[in-house]
């Protein structure tokens, strides 16, 4: 495969022998995990846009469609090494005044950054901002299940991943990004900066001419 090419593929992921994520219905059951709230299918990959660990995306570009292979990706090449200066510090009262409850273990978000709570008391709160696989050596079994050449599923493909929501129109050589999402009761906008970054993915791998917003 070559760099700028989408594909689809399917993978299972493991970690210590335990699989943290997949995309095949028939290896889910056969693990004996609850798939019923989720629909398993291919992902769609734009190889040289960061879409997936390195290690993954550099063993997929020797490879063809319909091939598949078993991979040990050390972690450097996955989600990095643990980093103890991603590990921060913050007064539990700074919390208190948003109305944001902290419990250990779960997850939270602060200045919009994910990370997890991992101690509370003498009221300060640590949260561990590390990526959750850090510091893990991972397995994959991996097949390209078809490459992607159409340019509606292209551009769709790209919103998909940097967006997560939203739905795409097309007319002629246009494509209009339809964005109407509200969360808590308050609709949100699309920055210009990201407006700019997914206008230029779109236009630079799709024979598109023109990308709009619809908010």
Do not use: C
């Amino acid at each position: 495969m070559e760099t700028g090419e989408m594909i689809e593929i399917d993978y299972v992921g493991k970690t210590d022998g335990e699989i943290f994520d997949l995309t095949v219905q028939e290896k889910a059951e056969e693990a004996g995990l609850d798939t019923s709230n989720i629909e398993l299918e291919p992902m769609k990959v734009l190889l040289g846009e960061n879409y997936i660990i390195p290690g993954l995306e550099d063993a997929l570009m020797d490879m063809e469609v319909g091939e598949e292979k078993e991979l040990e990706i050390e972690a450097e090449e996955a989600y990095g090494k643990r980093d103890s200066d991603n590990i921060e510090t913050f007064p539990e009262s700074a919390f208190e005044e948003q109305n944001v409850r902290v419990r250990q273990g779960e997850d939270i978000m602060v200045g919009g950054r994910r990370g997890k709570v991992v101690s509370k008391g003498s009221g300060r709160v640590r949260v561990d901002f590390n990526h959750p696989l850090a510091g893990k050596d991972l397995e994959y079994w991996v097949k390209i299940v078809s490459k992607v050449e159409d340019d509606e599923e292209i551009a769709q493909g790209i919103v998909d991943h940097r967006l997560g929501h939203g739905s795409l129109e097309f007319e002629g050589d246009t494509v209009t990004v339809v964005h109407k999402h509200e969360h808590d009761g308050h609709s949100h906008s699309l920055s210009d900066e990201f407006k700019d970054r997914l206008s230029e993915e779109i236009l630079e791998h799709t024979e598109f001419e023109e990308v709009e917003f619809d908010e």
